[in-house]
């Protein structure tokens, strides 16, 4: 049970990335917090930690202590490591709980649960500017983001005006969460990627596979799992060009490291027209295409049905050949038997003379 609660806090935080578009920078390292009110299914909040898109560690509200998610984080810290994050997570709760309660009143009451999602990480760069990350979206709802070089908060949704003003005087606050993002969580991720670099640079190829809806041929699925790392492009072509998705999952991740998008396209596949799925991933040189081959299995049964009917009716026009054959030679044997029978009585009459 505790894993399908895990799983479920992982797909509405995840969720958070695809309402404020993708973040920046190669490397990253990223804390996803969520905070339930109402709800009596998940825990009151939660939080993941996730490097390079690898989910590293896991709290929430109903466990004693934060919990690696990767061997290799559990073998090298002890248990007085995972205490002190409980403690901080639990803190950065705190400070989003008092916001969340102040937002929560200021709604109208419609319904009786409402959710907070925060990002607080940072992405590392070689060759540009670090980049902190501090955001929060109301209900699903990108509202606020913080500007750690102007200590001041980007409004992104109406609904988070009213907390503006308050927090841009908090300097205080302000130049502690920029000191977060610009030192404490860099040098994070440089102890965290040290660690896991041999895991996060591995590279597993995908696998790929193309069907269509089993009750209504007018929809093609292309499934792409078991890949590592993250970052893939799934195309579609018809008849060699490329032609726009109708909808797609997007990448998620999987429960042992790797991830799975599904690409949806809405067509006729036994139009004639030759429809394929191209995936381009860091493991595949050149890329690789899934042709939709259920068209041509279709002509070929088509084929084998229209042979197996010229073969009937060849056989059909045969019997019929046969059987007049037939007919005629037993024609002729009976009218030979006549002569022979009237030429015999013939003999036998004359000889009576």
């Given at each position: 049970?505790?894993?399908v609660?895990?799983?479920?806090?992982?797909?509405?935080?995840?969720?958070?990335?695809?309402?404020?578009?993708?973040?920046?920078?190669?490397?990253?390292?990223?804390?996803?917090?969520?905070?339930?009110?109402?709800?009596?299914?998940l825990?009151?909040?939660?939080?993941?930690?996730v490097?390079?898109?690898?989910?590293i560690?896991?709290?929430?509200?109903?466990?004693?202590?934060?919990?690696?998610?990767q061997?290799?984080?559990?073998?090298?810290?002890?248990?007085?490591?995972?205490?002190?994050?409980?403690?901080?997570?639990?803190?950065?709760?705190?400070?989003?709980?008092?916001?969340?309660?102040?937002?929560?009143?200021?709604?109208?009451?419609?319904?009786?649960?409402?959710?907070?999602?925060?990002?607080?990480?940072?992405?590392?760069?070689?060759?540009?500017?670090?980049?902190?990350i501090?955001?929060?979206?109301?209900?699903?709802?990108?509202?606020?983001?913080?500007d750690k070089?102007?200590?001041?908060?980007m409004?992104?949704?109406?609904i988070?005006?009213?907390?503006?003003?308050?927090?841009?005087?908090?300097?205080?606050?302000?130049?502690?969460?920029?000191?977060?993002?610009?030192?404490?969580?860099?040098?994070?991720?440089?102890?965290?990627y040290?660690?896991?670099?041999?895991?996060?640079?591995?590279?597993?190829?995908?696998?790929?596979?193309?069907?269509?809806?089993?009750?209504?041929?007018?929809?093609?699925?292309?499934?792409?799992?078991?890949?590592?790392?993250?970052?893939?492009n799934?195309?579609?072509?018809?008849?060699?060009?490329?032609?726009?998705?109708?909808?797609?999952?997007?990448?998620?991740?999987?429960?042992?490291g790797?991830?799975?998008?599904?690409?949806?396209?809405?067509?006729?596949?036994?139009?004639?027209?030759?429809y394929?799925?191209?995936?381009?991933?860091?493991?595949?040189?050149?890329?690789?295409?899934?042709?939709?081959?259920?068209?041509?299995?279709?002509?070929?049964?088509?084929?084998?049905?229209?042979?197996c009917?010229?073969?009937?009716?060849a056989?059909?026009?045969?019997?019929?050949?046969?059987?007049?054959?037939?007919?005629?030679?037993?024609?002729?044997?009976?009218q030979?038997?006549?002569?022979?029978?009237n030429?015999s009585l013939?003999?036998?009459?004359?000889?009576?003379?």
């Amino acid at each position: 049970m505790r894993e399908v609660v895990r799983e479920m806090i992982l797909f509405i935080l995840l969720s958070f990335i695809r309402v404020q578009g993708a973040l920046a920078g190669p490397h990253t390292l990223i804390y996803y917090y969520t905070l339930n009110h109402g709800s009596t299914h998940l825990p009151e909040y939660s939080v993941v930690g996730v490097l390079d898109g690898c989910e590293i560690q896991y709290y929430d509200k109903n466990m004693a202590i934060t919990v690696p998610r990767q061997k290799w984080m559990a073998a090298t810290f002890d248990r007085s490591y995972w205490v002190t994050n409980t403690v901080s997570e639990n803190g950065f709760h705190g400070i989003i709980n008092g916001q969340a309660d102040e937002w929560i009143r200021r709604q109208n009451q419609t319904s009786n649960y409402h959710y907070v999602q925060g990002q607080f990480g940072c992405a590392v760069n070689d060759h540009s500017p670090n980049v902190g990350i501090l955001k929060l979206a109301f209900d699903g709802r990108y509202a606020v983001s913080f500007d750690k070089d102007k200590l001041k908060w980007m409004v992104h949704d109406p609904i988070a005006e009213p907390f503006k003003e308050k927090w841009d005087k908090n300097e205080k606050m302000n130049r502690y969460s920029k000191s977060l993002l610009e030192n404490d969580c860099v040098d994070l991720w440089h102890k965290y990627y040290a660690i896991g670099k041999t895991y996060l640079t591995r590279e597993v190829s995908p696998e790929v596979t193309l069907a269509a809806r089993p009750d209504d041929h007018s929809v093609l699925y292309c499934t792409v799992f078991g890949f590592y790392p993250p970052a893939i492009n799934v195309s579609w072509l018809q008849n060699g060009q490329h032609v726009s998705e109708t909808k797609s999952s997007g990448v998620i991740s999987s429960n042992d490291g790797t991830y799975h998008p599904k690409s949806v396209l809405e067509c006729d596949p036994y139009d004639g027209k030759q429809y394929s799925c191209h995936v381009d991933h860091s493991s595949l040189p050149g890329g690789k295409t899934i042709i939709w081959e259920e068209n041509r299995k279709k002509d070929r049964h088509i084929g084998l049905i229209a042979v197996c009917v010229l073969l009937l009716l060849a056989i059909v026009l045969a019997v019929i050949v046969w059987w007049r054959k037939r007919g005629e030679i037993i024609k002729i044997f009976n009218q030979t038997r006549t002569y022979t029978a009237n030429q015999s009585l013939s003999r036998r009459f004359h000889g009576c003379d």
